[in-house]
């Protein structure tokens, strides 16, 4: 799960506060205001059919990602493959714990 901030209007303080954006994946999760704690999920049901949507084309568009970064600096590319190949399943870990921890 990754954490984004934005300014964005609280409708429990009625002012533009700084709020914490939950993501699992490209799918936003949860909104947390850090003025007055006010927060909002998105319920699981409605949460797990658009993260399987999202990691499908994740999964789909890939091989694009892969080719275009290994031709725009195959050296790098290669070099750090195998730790970005044993990173993703603890990613895909995370993102589901976050879903399904409600």
């Not at 927060?39 to 789909?60: F, G, I, K, N, T």
């Not at 399943?89 to 976050?98: I, Q, Y």
């Amino acid at each position: 799960m990754s954490v984004a901030h934005a300014d964005l209007l609280c409708e429990t303080c009625d002012q533009v506060t700084e709020h914490e954006l939950h993501y699992a994946g490209r799918i936003l999760e949860s909104v947390r205001c850090t003025r007055c704690g006010s927060h909002m999920e998105l319920s699981q049901s409605a949460l797990l059919p658009a993260y399987v949507h999202d990691l499908e084309q994740r999964v789909a568009s890939k091989p694009r990602r892969l080719a275009h970064r290994a031709t725009r600096d195959p050296g790098a590319f290669f070099k750090g493959l195998p730790a970005a190949v044993l990173r993703q399943p603890v990613k895909f870990l995370g993102e589901f714990r976050g879903l399904f921890r409600r």
